[in-house]
């Protein structure tokens, strides 16, 4: 048997079953969700953008594969390079007269910051992992608190400039759960949550409303409607209200898939922003059409890709792997976090992409390789180094 044989029946199938499940459930969701939008002549627009995702998924699979039958050690080298490439780029971005900041190169457009958060925590695994052996300092909790806090504060705060605070929260979570797979000591976690605390308000009123005027009135809008327990149909509001409302509407068997005006669909009267019903509002669409058995179905999935890859953190040969597997957790659990909880009124509208599921174009490529990179760290969990037994 060959070592490369040897690792593809080594790999974690179940991890590689449930990431292909929800591609596939994604497919079918953005074929219904943007079939309102124009597409090119005798193609409907969910035909269209149905068919982008699977050359997506395509590239995406090769990448998905290669990176998992590499050993992970030498791929996070790559973080380096491609971290302050897209440090640069983000920067760059700045400059783009467009509300999602997304650079083409060629016909591919992407965003900066997606780039730079999957790179970011391959710098963190590589430092936190190499620079303990040139000197014991580099290993006290003060300074691999300020490695994982500068790393990500840096594409943070970028970010925010952008404008773009869905995208820039997401280094939140990924940062505590770095810091939690580190073995960060608690009474340091316990500080940084008290100043983060305390920053909170300064934060709000003299940060936000420079760095994103719409993000400021989102939070209004949530804010006033937590404390009233009502969503008006308003200007400010109609998102929330009409996503939240198909969503709540559904009941267990939802309105089925492609569900005309007949069937009493929001989606068909085109209620949910039908622009972005694709990737930003995508669950809203899902829920509406499959119910809370559909939606229950999508939530189980991704608790099981997260409760995988923990599984896989377990069995990490160092610590590298575990900040790759743990940032990958925590790059996960916040879109799905942000993406599913403004539709249910638990988050503000801010427009973040469900991942695997929604159309993202670049992101699904992205979201794959993070996926191969935890698949390496299961495959190549052992010291053990394959050989071929000649008989």
């Given at each position: 048997?060959?070592?490369?044989?040897?690792?593809?029946?080594?790999?974690?199938?179940?991890?590689?079953?449930?990431?292909?499940?929800?591609?596939?459930?994604?497919?079918?969701?953005?074929?219904?969700?943007?079939?309102?939008?124009?597409?090119?002549?005798?193609?409907?627009?969910?035909?269209?953008?149905?068919?982008?995702?699977?050359?997506?998924?395509?590239?995406?699979?090769?990448?998905?594969?290669?990176?998992?039958?590499?050993?992970y050690r030498w791929v996070r080298w790559l973080g380096v390079p491609i971290y302050i490439i897209g440090l640069a780029l983000t920067v760059k971005a700045m400059g783009v007269n467009d509300v999602s900041h997304r650079l083409s190169i060629g016909p591919i457009s992407f965003q900066p910051a997606q780039s730079a958060i999957a790179a970011g925590i391959l710098v963190i695994a590589t430092l936190s992992q190499d620079l303990p052996k040139i000197h014991r300092f580099f290993g006290e909790p003060f300074f691999r608190v300020l490695l994982i806090g500068?790393?990500?504060?840096?594409?943070?705060?970028?970010?925010?400039?952008?404008?773009?605070?869905?995208?820039?929260?997401?280094?939140?979570?990924?940062?505590?759960?770095?810091?939690?797979?580190?073995?960060?000591?608690?009474?340091?976690?316990?500080?940084?949550?008290?100043?983060?605390?305390?920053?909170?308000?300064?934060?709000?009123?003299?940060?936000?409303?420079?760095?994103?005027?719409?993000?400021?009135?989102?939070?209004?809008?949530?804010?006033?409607?937590?404390?009233?327990?009502?969503?008006?149909?308003?200007?400010?509001?109609?998102?929330?209200?009409?996503?939240?409302?198909?969503?709540?509407?559904?009941?267990?068997?939802?309105?089925?898939?492609?569900?005309?005006?007949?069937?009493?669909?929001?989606?068909?009267?085109?209620?949910?922003?039908?622009?972005?019903?694709?990737?930003?509002?995508?669950?809203?669409?899902?829920?509406?059409?499959?119910?809370?058995?559909?939606?229950?179905?999508?939530?189980?999935?991704?608790?099981?890709?997260?409760?995988?890859?923990?599984?896989?953190?377990?069995?990490?040969?160092?610590?590298?792997?575990?900040?790759?597997?743990?940032?990958?957790?925590?790059?996960?659990?916040?879109?799905?976090?942000?993406?599913?909880?403004?539709?249910?009124?638990?988050?503000?509208?801010?427009?973040?992409?469900?991942?695997?599921?929604?159309?993202?174009?670049?992101?699904?490529?992205?979201?794959?390789?993070?996926?191969?990179?935890?698949?390496?760290?299961?495959?190549?969990?052992?010291?053990?180094?394959?050989?071929?037994?000649?008989?």
């Amino acid at each position: 048997m060959t070592p490369l044989f040897r690792k593809i029946l080594g790999m974690n199938w179940v991890l590689v079953l449930t990431m292909y499940g929800l591609l596939v459930f994604g497919i079918f969701a953005i074929e219904s969700a943007a079939r309102h939008l124009p597409g090119p002549s005798g193609i409907s627009g969910g035909e269209f953008f149905a068919g982008r995702q699977k050359f997506w998924i395509g590239l995406g699979t090769l990448v998905y594969f290669g990176a998992s039958l590499v050993d992970y050690r030498w791929v996070r080298w790559l973080g380096v390079p491609i971290y302050i490439i897209g440090l640069a780029l983000t920067v760059k971005a700045m400059g783009v007269n467009d509300v999602s900041h997304r650079l083409s190169i060629g016909p591919i457009s992407f965003q900066p910051a997606q780039s730079a958060i999957a790179a970011g925590i391959l710098v963190i695994a590589t430092l936190s992992q190499d620079l303990p052996k040139i000197h014991r300092f580099f290993g006290e909790p003060f300074f691999r608190v300020l490695l994982i806090g500068s790393l990500t504060g840096i594409p943070f705060l970028l970010v925010v400039k952008l404008g773009d605070m869905g995208s820039a929260l997401v280094w939140l979570p990924v940062a505590v759960v770095i810091m939690l797979v580190s073995g960060i000591p608690w009474r340091y976690l316990i500080f940084l949550a008290a100043i983060a605390i305390g920053m909170a308000p300064i934060a709000y009123y003299a940060v936000m409303p420079t760095a994103s005027e719409r993000g400021t009135e989102r939070v209004e809008t949530y804010l006033e409607s937590l404390e009233t327990g009502v969503v008006e149909n308003t200007d400010e509001t109609y998102a929330a209200y009409w996503v939240s409302t198909a969503v709540g509407k559904a009941g267990w068997k939802g309105t089925g898939f492609g569900a005309t005006e007949e069937q009493q669909s929001l989606h068909a009267k085109k209620l949910i922003p039908w622009t972005t019903a694709h990737n930003d509002f995508i669950f809203a669409v899902i829920a509406e059409e499959q119910g809370f058995r559909g939606a229950l179905l999508l939530i189980a999935a991704f608790a099981l890709l997260l409760i995988q890859c923990l599984f896989i953190a377990f069995y990490s040969r160092d610590l590298a792997g575990r900040i790759i597997v743990g940032g990958v957790v925590g790059l996960f659990f916040a879109h799905m976090f942000e993406s599913i909880g403004m539709c249910v009124l638990l988050t503000p509208i801010t427009g973040i992409p469900l991942p695997l599921v929604s159309y993202s174009g670049t992101f699904v490529v992205i979201c794959m390789f993070l996926l191969g990179l935890v698949q390496s760290v299961w495959v190549h969990r052992s010291k053990y180094k394959y050989i071929t037994i000649e008989t």
